[in-house]
């Protein structure tokens, strides 16, 4: 029956549409960072400890230790220093990037994978390195089709040796540009060459980058680096005006609760589109009764037990059943491996059906067979055999 192969189309497309989305837009935020969380400074907006509302806060170097130590919860917390006014050139070409030092787990943080040589170390930043890793398509633009490895980038006319270059990466969301487009330095040479611009000084920085040990962690890693920021700079620590952080697990969070809500609401409407393709199978098998109501009735006049008519009648539905249910999951398996062959959009990773919901529909479909194949069959066998002839001789 063509209502309960819909039905079933219905609920592996729908959980393959949702999850598809779901997993498109996880993908993109580990393009930008692996549960990571941006502390940017900002203004107070509250009163405290004698201060008057409306002073500019700014991280320094000294935060970064005190709120390693403060927050038990938190894996990393590292700086982020940037300058969008650094010229830039190679031997070949030049260009303008924007130029950012943190430390070496900033590369495993913001998802930068190396595409040609290597990021930055821990020996890097003790002997401050002139270094660099660059953006894939910084790359491009500054050694066009050369191998930047081993050769020299000019920052501010700073020699800095090329020590990699990131793999080619896709990000639909960035707080400060595309990562195809930066130069990353270690965070000692970029603080040398390259401090804060004012109202900075040379000991503060832009954004500090928090990750919690666990997703299950992340509120109370948030919620221990705004107390320790507070404590270092003399703020409330309830004021968020003065340490705003974009939240990037939150952000996740909301958007898996918002596609499974999605997944649960679609695949209803793929449930009830499975039970009138029941209730359809039923009519059908109610009609087959009525049309058959002589050979019921001679079949019984001859001896046939009514438990025989019960298990054709139940058989004969379940069978029209199961073979819809078949039908519906084949095409829907199917229809999904043709879109998958696709170009899809960033944000969207194909249609991915799951067995789960594929059981879950067979299951279901089971369900509802038995229950439309059930009364159609009692209604067979309860047939009076007398009465069946007489009606079917009346015609």
């Known amino acids: 029956m063509f209502g309960i ?38 203004r107070t907006s509250l009163q405290a400890g004698g201060t008057h509302a409306g002073r500019m806060v700014h991280w320094e170097d000294e935060d970064v230790q005190v709120v390693q130590s403060e927050s038990p919860d938190c894996e990393y917390a590292i700086p982020e ?34 595409g040609q040589g290597r990021f930055y170390d821990w020996d890097d930043m003790r002997e401050a390195r002139r270094v660099a890793f660059l953006g894939s398509d910084a790359a491009k633009q500054l050694f066009p089709g050369r191998n930047p490895v081993g050769e020299n980038v000019y920052l501010n006319d700073f020699p800095y040796t090329v020590i990699g270059v990131m793999a080619k990466k896709k990000q639909d969301s960035s707080y400060d540009g595309w990562d195809v487009n930066k130069v990353f330095l270690p965070f000692t040479a970029m603080r040398r060459d390259f401090p804060d611009k004012p109202p900075g000084t040379n000991n503060t920085f832009d954004q500090l980058l928090v990750t919690p040990r666990s997703v ?30 974009w939240d990037t697990v939150q952000e996740a969070q909301a958007f898996k609760t918002m596609t499974d809500g999605m997944k649960f609401f ?59 249910g078949g039908v519906g999951l084949a095409i829907a398996f199917g229809f999904c491996a043709l879109v998958n062959m696709l170009p899809m959009p960033d944000f969207f990773a194909g249609l991915v059906p799951s067995w789960s919901s594929g059981l879950t529909a067979a299951g279901l479909l089971g369900a509802i067979a038995v229950g439309a194949a059930l009364y159609p069959a009692k209604r067979a066998a309860s047939i009076d055999p007398i009465e069946a002839l007489r009606y079917e001789a009346g015609g």
């Not at 299950?216 to 680096?225: L, M, N, S, T």
């Not at 049309?291 to 079949?299: C, F, K, L, Q, Y």
Request: with cysteine; hydrophobic share 45%; charged share 20%.
């Open 216 to 245: 299950a962690q992340h509120e109370a890693c948030k919620h221990e680096v705004r107390v320790a920021l507070a404590r270092m700079h003399r703020y409330d620590p309830n004021d968020k005006e003065a340490c705003p952080i």
């Open 81 to 114: 220093l940037e300058q969008d006014t650094v010229r830039t050139h190679s031997n070949y070409n030049n260009a303008a990037f924007t130029v950012t030092g943190s430390y070496p787990p900033f590369g495993y943080i913001r998802s930068l994978d190396v």
């Open 5 to 42: 192969a819909w039905g079933i189309v219905s609920i592996v497309l729908m959980v393959a549409a949702g999850e598809g989305l779901r997993k498109g837009q996880a993908e993109q935020a580990r393009n930008l960072g692996k549960d990571v969380m941006i502390v940017f400074h900002g």
């Open 266 to 324: 679609l695949g209803a409407v793929g449930i009830v589109t499975l039970l009138l393709g029941g209730i359809g199978v039923m009519n059908v098998m109610l009609v087959a009764v009525r049309e058959r109501t002589r050979e019921i009735g001679v079949r019984k006049a001859i001896g046939a037990p009514a438990g025989t008519i019960l298990r054709q009648f139940f058989m004969e539905a379940l069978i029209i059943a199961l073979l819809s």
